[in-house]
């Protein structure tokens, strides 16, 4: 493939088996990339220097830092953190070394193994290395939200305890809690709260609930809400879903909600596998064990998830659907507005004169773009591929730098359908739910014998 006048080989460069992958950042020899990477080589060694030894106070080290090297305390303990990593994690600190990582994707790397145990280091940096490794030659490394879900996935699988805390939403103002504690100093709602007595920590996320209500302005009250991830994205979904079928904002949408106003019906879409215990939202968000039970509890259908496709140019809702859960945003290069806010795209462009001839509207030739960069591909500034296992492969015209943007979804697996998984998958579901009528029919038998013989059993007058 020919774009201006640069030869791309797109076979060499999505090989599965290829050996040495590089993210985009490391491929790209224009100046500004070349710098870059030398101010992230350079970061990892001055964060090796600013690792302490273990008896070190942990003031004055950071302290000490502050002044020598002119860093404001939260970059000092930034770097202390990233250089235990390192000291802890060799191999990883190697693969640092290309200089691939900015220094906010660092800063939430480096807590990520503070729960690990010495037994699991060696797994858990393998691990890291495995996230923070492209599946594809010239793949675009994800933002730090999408870094870290990944992170946490990985480290949940090596230790359920170990998982990191979720460092990447930002710290809410602060909030007068007069109403709730009885006072009227301002008090923020990161404080840590221990969990009560008989609660499995293990689901702590499920208590971070908290609303605050601040009337300090005579104009206006400002009232904040704290809620778990899942939740959070179940409140929204239901908000905006209020706003466009009332055609309001969203400080109007909540206030038909709390006035009942507003009569809507959600469907949250949620994507667990037969034999796993972890479910996912549309979102992204892999939820806790309490959190699970309590949202597969609601469930009301269940769907196999597959490619699909329609004569018709706009995808049917179960299409979208399934593209939400394979891509949790939009599929250009760095860019993270979720999903469920794009338009579909057609890859391959749809024919409404000759439909035949064009890109068919089929979950294979469909990608979720934000509009701005919807309209910079219909403008033909820059061109895209979509490989068969879902990744999307980006070249710009102008100067023929070519990207590699991997699904980050829930579902991103499921992104290349076998006839031999779809089979497995069929037969799972088939069996158990038939194991499941076949219960429930043994269970009414059970009753239905039961009530027989206690009116045999009635005493007659």
């Known amino acids: 493939m020919f774009v201006s006048g640069i030869l791309i080989d797109w076979g060499e ?11 985009s950042i490391e491929t790209s020899t224009d100046t500004a990339a070349v710098a870059v990477r030398k101010m992230n080589r350079a ?5 090796v220097q ?25 970059r000092a303990e930034t770097y202390t953190d990233i250089g235990l990593l390192c000291a802890r994690m060799p191999r990883l600190k190697a693969h640092l070394l290309r200089g691939m990582l900015s220094f906010d994707h660092l800063r939430l790397l480096a807590r990520s193994a503070d729960g690990i145990r010495p037994d699991d280091t060696d797994a858990a940096e393998k691990a890291l290395i495995t996230v923070l490794t492209p599946r594809r030659d010239r793949q675009v490394i994800p933002g730090p939200r999408a870094m870290v879900k990944k992170i946490l996935k990985a480290v949940h699988g090596i230790d359920e305890l170990a998982r990191p805390v979720d460092r990447t939403d930002p710290e809410p103002p602060p909030v007068r ?9 301002p008090v923020r709602t990161t404080d840590t709260v221990e969990p009560p007595a008989g609660i499995d920590p293990r689901n702590c996320g499920t208590l971070t609930r908290r609303v605050g209500v601040d009337t300090y302005d005579p104009c206006a009250t400002v009232i904040t809400a704290t809620l778990p991830p899942e939740e959070a994205e179940e409140l ?3 908000l905006d879903a209020v706003c466009r ?24 879409n949620i994507y667990r596998e037969i034999t796993s215990d972890v479910v996912a939202t549309s979102g992204g968000h892999w939820l806790d064990a309490m959190a699970t039970d309590a949202f597969m509890d609601r469930v009301t259908h269940l769907r196999i998830p597959g490619h699909e496709g329609t004569d018709a140019y706009t995808p049917t809702k179960k299409m979208v659907e399934f593209l939400e859960g394979v891509y949790t945003s939009c599929t250009f290069p760095g860019c993270e507005v979720p999903a469920a806010k794009c338009d579909i795209d057609h890859v391959r462009r749809f024919d409404h004169a000759d439909p035949d001839s064009g890109g068919p509207t089929d979950t294979r030739n469909l990608q979720p773009l934000c509009r701005t960069h919807h309209l910079l591909k219909t403008l033909g500034w820059v061109d895209a591929t979509k490989a068969d296992d879902g990744a999307v492969m980006w070249s710009s015209v102008d100067d023929g730098h070519a990207y590699v943007t991997e699904p980050t979804g829930p579902l991103a697996g499921f992104a290349r359908t076998s006839f031999a998984t779809r089979a497995t998958r069929r037969y799972r579901t088939v069996r158990e739910h038939n194991e499941r009528r076949l219960a429930e029919r043994e269970a009414q038998k059970a009753v239905l014998a039961a009530a027989r013989r206690a ?7």
Not at 13 to 23: Q, V
Not at 245 to 268: F, K, P, Q
Not at 455 to 461: L, S
Request: include cysteine; proline fraction near 4%.
């Open 236 to 238: 929204v979904a239901v």
């Open 245 to 268: 079928e009332m055609s309001c904002s969203r400080a109007d949408g909540l206030l038909h909600l709390v006035r009942g106003t507003a009569d809507i019906r959600v469907t949250l």
């Open 13 to 23: 460069l999505y090989e599965p088996s290829f050996r040495f992958r590089r993210w």
């Open 43 to 47: 970061m990892i060694e001055i964060a």
């Open 177 to 185: 809690c007069a109403e709730v504690i009885g006072t009227t100093e």
């Open 50 to 74: 600013c690792a302490p030894h273990g008896t070190a106070d942990v003031v004055a080290h950071h302290a000490r830092l502050q002044a020598r090297l002119s860093l404001t305390r939260s």
């Open 455 to 461: 009116r045999a059993e009635e005493v007659p007058f």
